[in-house]
């Protein structure tokens, strides 16, 4: 039987595909945008006919299907969300206007005052109010409610959202209005933020909520013509869908909370980086056809952080900390009006894609740079399977050699090193804009063009050892074939570490982790698969901003002689991120959350050992390739049929299938015992 995860990317969808007994395979198919579930289907057929089976018995052969979508997060991007209301409080229709501003942007007076969210004219107030004790101060005016939903169907609104204040202590009004808002509008789904996001901040609260009711009719659309695709071409066996949070759930969960599948496939990233590496601190970056993601592991630990954002909003709930620029193979290059050269964040995306790919695109594009640098074989592309055309690369570069007056070869290699320095500048903005010098890191390489800039990129960083895995291309696929069925609970109660309320603690983990075990059993994870993890977001007295401490159970709940563990595990984590600490003062511990995991197996579904490595390791080739100073004649070499242990010495290429590696002078790499290539710096 086989297992698969395929992820779709801005020009391929990969698959990972695993079978007990056999190596991993690596399968893409071109994405097909406005019917992804296409392309889903596309590269199942490619898997298929690669094992001489047709679709529908490959299907039949298929135990589990893992995805990691990018529908919600195309849909933020683009703005094609569905038209959606906010019902608030009297007096406060202004929370996604006000907003909360990002720390690393409050300072830039060059962006303008962005519109809210949900616009006002689609903002209803009613009339009720709840304290923060979760007394009921004001009656909910039923009516109010009403008259809002009459007004939502004026403007054919498609969701809607409810977020009142301390509805996390009190959530009766906000189930009230939703009541009302079912027998007034039948259909509409409606998104209520004690139930979605139960956290003090108000703006955090009812941003997540008003973004997670807009994705709503998208994502169940999607889901819904996923499934159908699947089930109308034979499929029977479990589909589970990436989240934000470094897991997977089934479909009907993720379309109760589409919110938490919005960047849901650079996430599985990480994972990856965890069972490919034993290293403490990893930098983790993936280059597909669009952007290039940044995500990075700490003493082994994903990075969550509750201040994710996306464009001008935040999102409001946690997820695995991942940046993300407009720098792939497909980034148009261009000239600005100032006559300097900008790659990005535009992309030729999979239609018509870069000129290269001869399907109509003429915009200059990183891979058409990399056919003319003779970086990338024209001929080898998808280990043969696309055929690219070195004349329309060419034609395309040439506009831009013409822009800047400089030669055909200049231009590609400046659009080469503008694009590096761009994913440069995503690497400093997790490790050194955080206090954390890259140099002191392991770097883990995926995505299909990647491994055409990481050496140049290892080199300008200062980074000595890093790992190109063997399946590279599709190293988010593979970190959804191992990944868990993961999921997140969250609850409010603010308490400090000199009067701390260990009843109350102990009794919100407990209904955490009920909560958590009902997610699990509802998502097929027997008990014997079930593990929690815990954690709780603090700060010192009268700070702002909350930051996130991982944290141990003994013997199923907190005792006394816990309390100086939490405070110096939130001391420590302090002062790793923001290089203090002040063991002197209040410990203010405000939400807490449990991590439901289930084990579906996926730690046995990683890459067999390859054969030992016999004799020296011989070039198939030579060809010529531009490395800054001129054209040099490199090595070429046949990734795939090096044994464990076979060294190369740069400056050289390495061909896989899927991706193509560029090794420069005073690089070495060794393949381990995977098939994994681990490069170091010469002595």
Same mark, same amino acid.
């Given at each position: 039987m086989f297992v698969a995860c395929i992820d779709i990317g801005g020009t391929f969808t990969d698959l990972v595909l695993h079978r007990e007994g056999a190596d991993l395979e690596i399968h893409k198919s071109p994405t097909t945008p406005g019917r992804f579930e296409r392309g889903f289907i596309d590269v199942? &057929?490619?898997?298929?006919?690669?094992?001489?089976?047709?679709? !529908?018995?490959?299907?039949?052969?298929?135990?589990?299907?893992?995805?990691?979508?990018?529908?919600?997060?195309?849909?933020?991007?683009?703005?094609?969300?569905?038209?959606?209301?906010?019902?608030?409080?009297?007096?406060?229709?202004?929370? /996604?206007?006000?907003r909360e501003s990002p720390r690393k942007r409050a300072f830039n007076i060059k962006i303008d005052f962005p519109?809210?969210?949900?616009?006002?004219?689609?903002?209803?107030?009613?009339? =009720?109010?709840?304290?923060?004790?979760?007394?009921?101060?004001?009656?909910l005016c039923d009516d109010d409610v009403r008259a809002a939903a009459r007004h939502f169907k004026a403007c054919k609104v498609e969701a809607v959202a409810v977020c009142l204040l301390w509805s996390i202590v009190n959530p009766t009004h906000e189930s009230r209005v939703r009541d009302i808002l079912r027998e007034e509008m039948p259909g509409v789904p409606v998104t209520v933020s004690h139930e979605l996001n139960p956290i003090p901040r108000e703006y955090r609260r009812t941003i997540s909520t008003a973004i997670n009711a807009s994705l709503y009719p998208i994502v169940s659309d999607y889901v819904g013509k996923?499934?159908?695709?699947?089930?109308?071409?034979?499929?029977?066996?479990?589909?589970?869908?990436?989240?934000?949070?470094?897991?997977?759930?089934?479909?009907?969960?993720?379309?109760?909370?589409?919110?938490?599948?919005?960047?849901?496939?650079?996430?599985?990233?990480?994972?990856?980086?965890?069972?490919?590496?034993?290293?403490?601190?990893?930098?983790?970056? &993936?280059?597909?056809?669009?952007?290039? &993601?940044?995500?990075? /592991? !700490?003493?082994?630990?994903?990075?969550?952080?509750?201040?994710a954002t996306f464009g001008m909003e935040m999102l409001g709930i946690p997820k695995i900390d991942v940046r993300s620029v407009g720098a792939g193979g497909g980034s148009i290059a261009w000239v600005d009006p100032g006559g300097l050269l900008r790659v990005g964040p535009h992309s030729a995306s999979a239609v018509p894609g870069p000129a290269c790919y001869g399907r109509g695109g003429t915009e200059p594009t990183v891979t058409d740079a990399n056919v003319v640098l003779g970086i990338i074989d024209p001929d080898y592309f998808l280990g043969g399977r696309i055929r690219l055309d070195r004349a329309k690369a060419e034609a395309a570069v040439g506009r831009i050699a013409k822009a800047l007056k400089i030669s055909l070869v200049e231009a590609a290699y400046a659009i080469y090193a503008t694009t590096n320095h761009n994913m440069i500048g995503a690497i400093e903005d997790i490790t050194v804009n955080e206090g954390i010098d890259p140099r002191d890191s392991y770097l883990v390489s995926g995505g299909g063009a990647t491994a055409c800039h990481i050496s140049d990129m290892a080199r300008i960083l200062g980074i000595g050892s890093l790992m190109i895995p063997r399946f590279a291309a599709g190293l988010s696929a593979y970190g959804g074939l191992i990944s868990d069925v993961r999921w997140e609970e969250t609850g409010a109660l603010n308490t400090t570490d000199r009067h701390f309320d260990l009843a109350g603690?102990?009794?919100?983990?407990?209904?955490?982790?009920? !909560?958590?075990?009902?997610?699990?059993?509802?998502? =097929?994870?027997?008990?014997?698969?079930?593990?929690?993890?815990?954690?709780?977001q603090g700060r010192y007295l009268y700070q702002s901003w909350d930051i996130e401490v991982p944290f141990e159970i003994v013997d199923g709940k907190l005792a006394k002689g816990d309390l100086a !563990?939490?405070?110096?595990?939130?001391?420590?984590?302090?002062?790793?991120?923001?290089?203090?600490?002040?063991?002197?003062?209040?410990?203010?511990?405000?939400?807490?959350?449990?991590?439901?995991?289930?084990?579906?197996?996926?730690?046995?579904?990683?890459?067999?050992?390859?054969?030992?490595?016999?004799?020296?390791?011989?070039?198939?080739?030579?060809?010529?390739?531009? /490395?800054?100073?001129?054209?040099?004649?490199?090595?070429?070499? &046949?990734?795939?049929?090096?044994?464990?242990? =076979?060294k190369i010495s740069g400056p050289s290429i390495l061909e896989q299938p899927t991706t193509t590696i560029l090794l420069l002078e005073g690089q070495v790499a060794t393949v381990d015992g995977f098939g994994n290539l681990l490069i170091e710096l010469a002595g």
């Open positions: 199942l &057929d490619v898997a298929a006919k690669a094992h001489g089976m047709d679709l !529908r018995t490959f299907l039949a052969n298929t135990e589990m299907i893992v995805h990691g979508t990018t529908v919600s997060t195309n849909a933020l991007v683009e703005g094609k969300v569905a038209p959606t209301g906010l019902i608030c409080n009297a007096g406060h229709p202004d929370i /996604l206007t006000l519109p809210p969210y949900i616009h006002r004219s689609r903002t209803c107030e009613v009339r =009720g109010r709840i304290d923060s004790m979760g007394n009921e101060v004001e009656p996923l499934t159908g695709a699947l089930k109308q071409a034979g499929y029977t066996g479990e589909l589970l869908i990436a989240n934000c949070v470094g897991g997977m759930m089934p479909p009907e969960e993720i379309v109760a909370r589409p919110i938490y599948s919005v960047m849901s496939g650079p996430t599985l990233a990480p994972i990856a980086a965890i069972s490919l590496t034993q290293a403490q601190n990893v930098i983790v970056v &993936d280059m597909g056809g669009t952007t290039f &993601d940044v995500s990075a /592991l !700490r003493d082994r630990h994903l990075v969550v952080t509750p201040e603690v102990n009794r919100l983990l407990a209904s955490l982790r009920k !909560r958590g075990a009902a997610f699990l059993r509802r998502s =097929g994870i027997k008990a014997g698969d079930q593990r929690f993890e815990f954690a709780f !563990r939490l405070a110096a595990a939130f001391h420590a984590q302090h002062e790793r991120i923001y290089t203090i600490k002040d063991e002197a003062d209040t410990v203010e511990m405000t939400t807490w959350k449990v991590r439901a995991i289930g084990d579906t197996g996926g730690a046995a579904r990683g890459g067999s050992t390859i054969a030992t490595q016999r004799g020296p390791v011989v070039p198939k080739a030579k060809r010529p390739v531009y /490395l800054g100073k001129g054209f040099r004649d490199v090595p070429v070499y &046949d990734a795939a049929a090096i044994g464990a242990g =076979g």
